[in-house]
């Protein structure tokens, strides 16, 4: 295994040579209100790992060129795909509009949730985190094929956006044969 210190995975560059030859997954990733400049960045980090086809930034949350979300993101801002909708609701229809056979998945804590590892993760696949205390809207809750939840099973009732989006996505990927 390479460690990196920080000065290397700030440094990256790729060319788009490089860029080409990864292979997208048919991932999207909706931001629906996220507050934190430091949690967006982090979810480019994540969509980069994932190789996700596009971050989709809805509402309040803040949008590149933004000097904390691309110290956060490691630059992957420059290269992740991205665009902004007014309502999360907006991005997931259009997403539909464009593959009817998209499943979306909203990360919350919900009556309707159920637990992250029992959901049926078939590609393509959007998946939606919401405002850092609000969470997702109710009209993304409503329209969403699975609520999907993260056990807790200490004091704290739930965890950072990224760690939650963090855990669901990497579940996602142990089923990416089923695109």
Request: net charge positive; proline share 4%.
């Amino acid at each position: 295994m390479v460690k990196l210190g920080a000065k290397e995975l700030r440094v990256t560059h790729p060319s788009r040579k490089d860029l080409k030859k990864i292979k997208k997954n048919p991932i999207y990733i909706i931001v629906d209100n996220v507050l934190d400049t430091y949690n967006v960045g982090g979810i480019f980090r994540l969509a980069d790992a994932v190789a996700a086809e596009k971050v989709i930034l809805c509402g309040e949350t803040e949008t590149p060129p933004h000097t904390r979300i691309k110290k956060a993101s490691i630059n992957t801002t420059e290269w992740v795909a991205w665009s902004y909708a007014s309502t999360a609701v907006e991005a997931l229809q259009e997403l539909k509009t464009q593959n009817s056979k998209l499943k979306t998945i909203a990360i919350e804590q919900s009556k309707r949730s159920v637990p992250y590892t029992k959901i049926d993760y078939k590609f393509p696949i959007a998946f939606v985190v919401g405002h850092e205390s609000e969470g997702a809207s109710k009209e993304v809750l409503d329209t969403a094929d699975y609520i999907a939840e993260i056990p807790m099973w200490g004091v704290n009732k739930s965890l950072n956006v990224i760690l939650s989006l963090g855990i669901v996505l990497y579940e996602a990927m142990k089923h990416a044969d089923n695109r």
